[in-house]
C-alpha cells in the first residue's frame, strides 16, 4: 500500500492555517498538527522530558511534572544557543512521531502536516508540498485582537516580528491560500483538494 502525499500547512499567527485545517479535516483529510503535538510530548514523552532537563535542567519541570513552560521560555528568550540545543531535542521526538502517525493513515490520498515553521518541500523532510496561508499584517492583527483580547497589539507585532517574514514563507509555497476576506476561501480549499486528490491518483 503506497504512503500517503504529505502535504505542509503553514501561515504566520491569524492568517487562519487553523481554520483551513478544519476544513481539510471535514473533507475527511487527517491533520498533523506539530505545534500542539510537541506541546503534548513536552508533558508526556519520557525520553523527551529526560532530555529537556538534560539541556535546560531540572527547573524545567514543577514539582508535579508538568512543563515549566513560562520558566523555559525565559531561559531561551535571547539565547539563541539554549534555544538550539531545546530544538535539537524536540524534533527529532516530533519527527518521530509525526512518522508513526503517518503509517496509521494507510488508505488515505493525503494527510496534512500544520506547523507554524516549516521548511520546503523536499529539504530534509517529507513533504511533497507546501501550502502558505497568506493574510495581510493588519487584519491577522485584527483578527487576534478578537481571538486573544487580552493581549495588546505591540504584544502581537512582537509575535509577528520573531516569526519568518512572509517574503521567507513565499519561497517555500508551492501554493497559496489567500484568505484576506476579498475572496471566498472555501473554493480556494476545494480546488487545492482535488489538486492533491489527483497527484495522489497519479
Known amino acids: 500500500?503506497?504512503?500517503?502525499?504529505?502535504?505542509?500547512?503553514?501561515?504566520?499567527?491569524g492568517s487562519g492555517k487553523t481554520i483551513v485545517c478544519q476544513v481539510f479535516r471535514a473533507l475527511g483529510i487527517p491533520v498533523y498538527e506539530a505545534d500542539e503535538r510537541?506541546?503534548?510530548?513536552?508533558?508526556?514523552?519520557?525520553?523527551?522530558?529526560?532530555?529537556?532537563?538534560?539541556?535546560?535542567?531540572?527547573?524545567?519541570?514543577d514539582v508535579s511534572g508538568h512543563y515549566n513552560r513560562a520558566w523555559v521560555a525565559s531561559q531561551v528568550f535571547g539565547n539563541p544557543e539554549q534555544l538550539t540545543a531545546l530544538n535539537a531535542v524536540i524534533h527529532p521526538r516530533v519527527f518521530a512521531d509525526t512518522a508513526s502517525w503517518i503509517t496509521q493513515q494507510t488508505g488515505k490520498p493525503y494527510v496534512i502536516k500544520e506547523a507554524a515553521l516549516m521548511?520546503?518541500?523536499?529539504?530534509?523532510?517529507?513533504?511533497?508540498k507546501v501550502v502558505v496561508v497568506q493574510a495581510p499584517?493588519?487584519?491577522?492583527?485584527?483578527?487576534?485582537?478578537?481571538?486573544?483580547?487580552?493581549?495588546?497589539?505591540?504584544?502581537?507585532?512582537?509575535?509577528?516580528?520573531?516569526?519568518?517574514?512572509?517574503?521567507?514563507?513565499?519561497k517555500i509555497a508551492d501554493y497559496i491560500l489567500e484568505n484576506d476576506e476579498s475572496q471566498l476561501l472555501l473554493p480556494q480549499i476545494i480546488r487545492l483538494h482535488e489538486e492533491f486528490l489527483r497527484l495522489a491518483a497519479n
Open 1 to 13: 500500500m503506497k504512503s500517503p502525499l504529505q502535504i505542509g500547512v503553514t501561515g504566520g499567527i
Open 38 to 61: 510537541a506541546k503534548w510530548l513536552t508533558e508526556h514523552d519520557p525520553i523527551l522530558k529526560a532530555d529537556i532537563k538534560r539541556v535546560l535542567g531540572p527547573q524545567a519541570y
Open 119 to 128: 521548511k520546503g518541500a523536499g529539504d530534509n523532510n517529507s513533504l511533497d
Open 137 to 170: 499584517v493588519s487584519l491577522r492583527i485584527e483578527r487576534i485582537r478578537k481571538r486573544d483580547p487580552h493581549r495588546s497589539e505591540s504584544e502581537i507585532q512582537n509575535i509577528i516580528a520573531r516569526q519568518i517574514s512572509d517574503e521567507d514563507r513565499m
